[in-house]
């Protein structure tokens, strides 16, 4: 099974890592990490590099395809041969996924037209803009296509995809092997339920980055 992750420069490091600590998991997985060019790609602080051992030119196919987010997706919204490789490797695929903002590359790239879908809250209203229906679920299935809110959330959706493709015994093994049990010190995790001077803080720190 061939699990393609697409990196780009400005990535969130956990989007792409939580799905992966559990998909790589999966039974016969062979997980490709991708970008424009092959090397390291620095992740949104500029501390962290993830490799792409492929260059988007070599990899036109895939069975799961997940696209991570970050605040560099919002410049990617735009870019022709980004896009362009989304959609071929979506029409080989078995699964097309995301995970945070990459749901908006997903969107741009057609994927999500008339679509339920979901994405980091910040960003979520602007899903209507390419036809999508946003909704605050966590995990967003729409036949093929999953897609998983902000950051964290993609390790649920890839235990989603485990359950789907390798059946919820299966799943909940991977789940007990990665110790995934959250229990978080504060209930502050939704914007739903995060305090309003949180809230502010968090504008505030993002002030600028996007």
Same mark, same amino acid.
């Given at each position: 099974? #061939? %699990?393609?992750?697409?990196?780009? !420069?400005?990535?969130?490091?956990? #989007?792409?890592?939580? /799905?992966?600590?559990?998909?790589?998991?999966?039974?016969?997985?062979? &997980? =490709?990490?991708?970008?424009? !060019?092959?090397?390291? %790609?620095?992740?949104?602080?500029?501390?962290?590099?993830?490799?792409?051992?492929?260059?988007?030119?070599?990899?036109?196919?895939?069975?799961? *395809? &997940?696209? /991570?987010?970050?605040?560099?997706?919002?410049?990617?919204?735009?870019?022709?041969?980004?896009?362009? @490789?989304?959609?071929?490797?979506?029409?080989?695929?078995? @699964?097309?996924?995301?995970?945070?903002?990459?749901?908006? *590359?997903?969107?741009?790239?057609?994927?999500?037209?008339?679509?339920?879908?979901?994405?980091? @809250?910040?960003?979520?209203? =602007? $899903?209507? !803009?390419?036809?999508? %229906?946003?909704?605050?679920? =966590? &995990?967003?299935?729409?036949?093929?296509?999953?897609?998983?809110?902000?950051?964290?959330?993609?390790? #649920?959706?890839? $235990?989603?995809?485990?359950?789907?493709?390798?059946?919820?015994?299966?799943?909940?093994?991977?789940?007990?092997?990665?110790?995934?049990? /959250?229990?978080? /010190?504060?209930?502050?995790?939704?914007?739903?339920?995060?305090?309003?001077?949180?809230?502010? $803080? $968090?504008?505030?720190?993002?002030?600028? =980055?996007?």
């Amino acid at each position: 099974m #061939d %699990i393609t992750f697409l990196l780009f !420069e400005g990535i969130t490091a956990l #989007d792409a890592v939580g /799905p992966y600590e559990v998909l790589q998991r999966l039974p016969e997985a062979n &997980v =490709r990490f991708v970008a424009k !060019e092959v090397g390291p %790609i620095r992740t949104d602080n500029g501390f962290l590099a993830l490799v792409a051992d492929h260059a988007l030119d070599d990899v036109t196919t895939a069975d799961v *395809l &997940v696209v /991570p987010g970050g605040f560099a997706t919002r410049a990617l919204e735009d870019d022709k041969d980004t896009l362009d @490789w989304i959609k071929t490797v979506d029409a080989s695929t078995t @699964w097309t996924t995301s995970v945070c903002t990459g749901s908006m *590359l997903l969107a741009a790239a057609g994927l999500l037209d008339g679509k339920e879908a979901t994405s980091h @809250w910040a960003s979520l209203h =602007r $899903l209507a !803009e390419y036809g999508a %229906i946003p909704t605050g679920r =966590r &995990v967003v299935e729409q036949g093929k296509i999953v897609t998983a809110a902000g950051v964290s959330a993609g390790i #649920d959706m890839g $235990l989603t995809l485990t359950a789907r493709i390798a059946g919820d015994d299966y799943a909940q093994a991977i789940q007990l092997g990665i110790e995934y049990d /959250p229990q978080p /010190p504060f209930d502050a995790g939704s914007v739903h339920k995060a305090p309003k001077e949180t809230v502010e $803080l $968090l504008a505030a720190m993002y002030a600028g =980055r996007v």
